[in-house]
Structures are given as C-alpha cells and as structure tokens.
Antibody, heavy 116, light 111 residues
Framework: QVQLQESGPGLVKPSETLSLTCTVS????????WSWIRQPPGKGLEWIGD???????TYTPSLKSRVTISVDTSNNQFSLKMNSVTAADTAVYYC??????????WGQGTLVTVSS | QSVLTQPPSVSGAPGQRVTISCTGS?????????VNWYQQLPGTAPKLLIY???NRPSGVPDRFSGSKSGTSASLAITGLQAEDEADYYC???????????FGTGTKVTVL
C-alpha cells in the first residue's frame, strides 16, 4: 500500500526557509493530488496546500505568500518550502495523499522547530 | 483559524455512545462538500476514520458512524472502548477559502 515519509531539518532559524520533502512509496506519485498539513504543539490541524503531478498548486490563503509546493515525479517526491519563518511556524508537518477530498494515507509527521 | 467548530471535549463510560458535532456554514458543509473524520491517537499521525460523510475505510470498526445534515455533521461512537480515547477532527472543503479546512478538534475521554 501507499506509504509516505517526511524528511528535512528539525531546526530552522527565524527568518530562514523551511524545506521538507515527502517520499512516496508503494505507488506512483503521478495522477494524484498531494498535500501538506501542519499541527503546532498541542493545537489543531491546518491544511497548508496541495499539488497535482502536473504542478498545479493550491495554498491556504494565510500562508500563500510564503509557501511553495513542488513535485519531483522522477524521484516520487513532493516538497514544501516556507520562507521567512517565525516561532509561530513551529509544528509537526505531515504530508498526505488527497483523494476525492479526503487525506489518506498520512506520513508519520516531522517536528520542525523555529529557533535561533 | 478553523471554520469548522467542534466541542473541545466529550467523555463517556465504556460501552456508552458519544457523538461529536462539526458545525460549518454555507461555504463548506452546507455547500454539499463531503465531510471526512480523522482519529489521532496520542503521539501519532491522524488516520482517516470516516470519508464521504458516512463511509468507513476498510478496517475501521462499525462502532464508528458519520452523518451530515445542513451545515453540520456528526461522528458517533457506539460501544465506547478505552482504545477510542483520542482526538477527532472533521474536515471539508471551503469554497470561500478555496481550500480544505479542519474542525477545531475534539478530545474523547473514556471514563
């Protein structure tokens, strides 16, 4: 079955760029939508955005100016970049497949802390 | 900012039935977009529990059921078990935001 795994630095300095990659295994990344979601410690879930394998992207309005999601079909990966991060961006970041409006499956998540 | 509102917590004794509401508006649940529910056990990633308002993925016990009416949806857990203690989130699409939205989350406690 499809499995997702997030990877990237666990610590990012304020004002710098957060970069994460999600590696998809068990199926091709092509032909599906893929999403990023985050969860600040002790808080709820926030959808960040999604991408279709052709590069079509959608972002949540509150983050749109700082976020870029891209896809690398040759490596079956998609990525998240968020610039100008602050402590408020500290969260567990999840990647997930978006299928008919539902998110399934999810990666295990990776904690990114923004701190100097 | 969540546009779907859930009660912060619900609790029940083992074997009891609990329900979790998810209140939206005319730009999401009321606009006929589907509602999905996720279960997040402590320290783990969310897992799809109910999709398309009422459907259970393979492997999800039939103790879990979903419903939708107007601008709201509900998740019911019958025969509550200790292993059901978790956070639960609803999720839908919002046409005003042109994106997906989550509920505020509900913590279920088994007494």
């Amino acid at each position: 079955q499809v499995q997702l795994q997030e990877s990237g630095p666990g610590l990012v300095k304020p004002s710098e760029t957060l970069s994460l990659t999600c590696t998809v295994s068990g199926d091709s990344i092509s032909g599906f939508y893929w999403s990023w979601i985050r969860q600040p410690p002790g808080k709820g879930l926030e959808w960040i955005g999604d991408i279709y394998d052709g590069g079509i992207t959608t972002y949540t309005p509150s983050l749109k100016s700082r976020v870029t999601i891209s896809v690398d079909t040759s490596n079956n990966q998609f990525s998240l970049k968020m610039n100008s991060v602050t402590a408020a961006d500290t969260a567990v970041y999840y990647c997930a497949r978006l299928l008919e409006g539902r998110l399934d499956p999810w990666g295990q998540g990776t904690l990114v802390t923004v701190s100097s | 900012q969540s546009v779907l509102t859930q009660p912060p917590s619900v609790s029940g004794a083992p074997g009891q039935r609990v329900t979790i509401s998810c209140t939206g508006s005319s730009s999401n649940i009321g606009a006929a977009y589907v509602v999905n529910w996720y279960q997040q056990l402590p320290g783990t990633a969310p897992k799809l529990l109910i999709y398309g308002n009422t459907n259970r993925p393979s492997g999800v016990p039939d103790r879990f059921s979903g419903s939708k009416s107007g601008t709201s949806a509900s998740l019911a857990i019958t025969g509550l078990q200790a292993e059901d203690e978790a956070d639960y989130y609803c999720q839908s699409y919002d046409s005003r935001l042109s994106g997906y939205v989550f509920g505020t989350g509900t913590k279920v406690t088994v007494l």
